[in-house]
């Protein structure tokens, strides 16, 4: 148990706090891309620098539209970075590919034997719960990729977290993370409850990538610069607001709230 303890902290403290006196423990590249030939070269890219495994979403706008389509995909990429871990990302909403993860782990490894997990980025905890089910002797890694639902994906066996949002909440993740360790549920519910009233709260005043780049700014203090056409800029508003309801859920340090228990999750 205490080696899952740290391999779930490790998982999550990686996009908090990437960068130790020693760099990263580890790093996983990204080189899903729409043409083939482009995420070989990634890939191939990734081994040379030295990588310690890849990941590939489905490509999104000539959509494979069945299991086999995708794997065929997924084992020519793979194969142009042999040695390398190989992880498939999971996130239908955005790339409109419906393939439950659950059957394309269905003999994966028999067709590409590098594959050693996937990131899930779906709110569907069936889906979720049956890869993990029926892959009980498998040594996959099953990331979790939606913040607020994490506490839900760690009963159903989730081996780490993959999220935005542990760049400023790390620390309440971490909390939540240590309680469901110890057996401590009411409190781990408690601290995911905390998460999601934050993300709940920006949802509502439109969420994506420019306002996450707005408040890993405001947190870190570090410019994370303007977000790539067509996406635009975070609003002032949005900032003000944003940083207004982290002070308010004891997320960020305040010298000048008036009631610094307002709505408290500490």
């Given at each position: 148990?205490?080696s899952?303890?740290?391999?779930?902290?490790?998982?999550?403290?990686?996009?908090?706090?990437?960068?130790?006196?020693?760099?990263?423990?580890?790093?996983?590249?990204?080189?899903?891309?729409?043409?083939?030939?482009?995420?070989?070269?990634?890939?191939?890219?990734?081994?040379?620098?030295?990588?310690?495994?890849?990941?590939?979403?489905?490509?999104?706008?000539?959509?494979?539209?069945?299991?086999?389509?995708?794997?065929?995909?997924?084992?020519?990429?793979?194969a142009?970075?042999?040695?390398?871990?190989?992880?498939?990302?999971?996130?239908?909403?955005?790339?409109?590919?419906?393939?439950?993860?659950?059957?394309?782990?269905?003999?994966?490894?028999?067709?590409?034997?590098?594959?050693?997990?996937?990131?899930?980025?779906?709110?569907?905890?069936?889906?979720?719960?049956?890869?993990?089910?029926?892959?009980?002797?498998?040594?996959?890694?099953?990331?979790?990729?939606?913040?607020?639902?994490?506490?839900?994906?760690?009963?159903?066996?989730?081996?780490g977290?993959?999220?935005?949002?542990?760049?400023?909440l790390?620390?309440?993740?971490?909390?939540?993370?240590?309680?469901?360790?110890?057996?401590?549920f009411s409190?781990?519910?408690?601290?995911?409850?905390?998460?999601?009233?934050?993300?709940?709260?920006?949802?509502?005043?439109?969420?994506?990538?420019?306002?996450?780049?707005?408040?890993?700014?405001?947190?870190?203090?570090?410019?994370?610069?303007?977000?790539?056409?067509?996406?635009?800029?975070?609003?002032?508003?949005?900032?003000?607001?944003?940083?207004?309801?982290?002070?308010?859920?004891d997320?960020?340090?305040?010298?000048?709230?008036?009631?610094?228990?307002?709505?408290?999750?500490?």
């Open positions: 148990m205490a899952r303890k740290k391999k779930l902290q490790g998982l999550v403290a990686a996009t908090i706090t990437p960068m130790t006196e020693h760099g990263l423990d580890q790093v996983v590249i990204h080189v899903g891309a729409l043409s083939l030939k482009e995420s070989q070269e990634l890939a191939r890219h990734a081994a040379e620098i030295g990588a310690d495994g890849i990941a590939v979403i489905a490509p999104f706008f000539l959509k494979p539209w069945d299991k086999d389509v995708l794997i065929n995909f997924l084992k020519e990429v793979a142009a970075a042999p040695a390398l871990p190989f992880y498939y990302y999971h996130i239908p909403a955005l790339t409109g590919v419906k393939i439950r993860a659950e059957e394309l782990l269905d003999g994966i490894q028999e067709k590409i034997p590098t594959f050693q997990g996937l990131k899930f980025s779906d709110t569907d905890l069936l889906d979720f719960g049956q890869c993990v089910d029926q892959n009980r002797e498998r040594q996959f890694a099953f990331l979790f990729g939606v913040d607020e639902q994490l506490l839900s994906a760690l009963v159903m066996g989730a081996t977290a993959v999220g935005s949002t542990y760049n400023y790390g620390k309440k993740t971490n909390q939540m993370l240590e309680a469901f360790e110890r057996k401590d409190s781990a519910l408690n601290h995911q409850f905390c998460i999601q009233r934050f993300i709940n709260f920006v949802l509502k005043l439109g969420f994506g990538v420019s306002q996450t780049k707005a408040i890993m700014t405001l947190v870190s203090g570090i410019p994370m610069g303007p977000p790539r056409p067509p996406l635009q800029r975070a609003s002032r508003e949005f900032i003000d607001e944003a940083k207004a309801r982290l002070e308010s859920l997320f960020l340090s305040s010298t000048y709230l008036k009631d610094r228990n307002l709505e408290s999750c500490s």
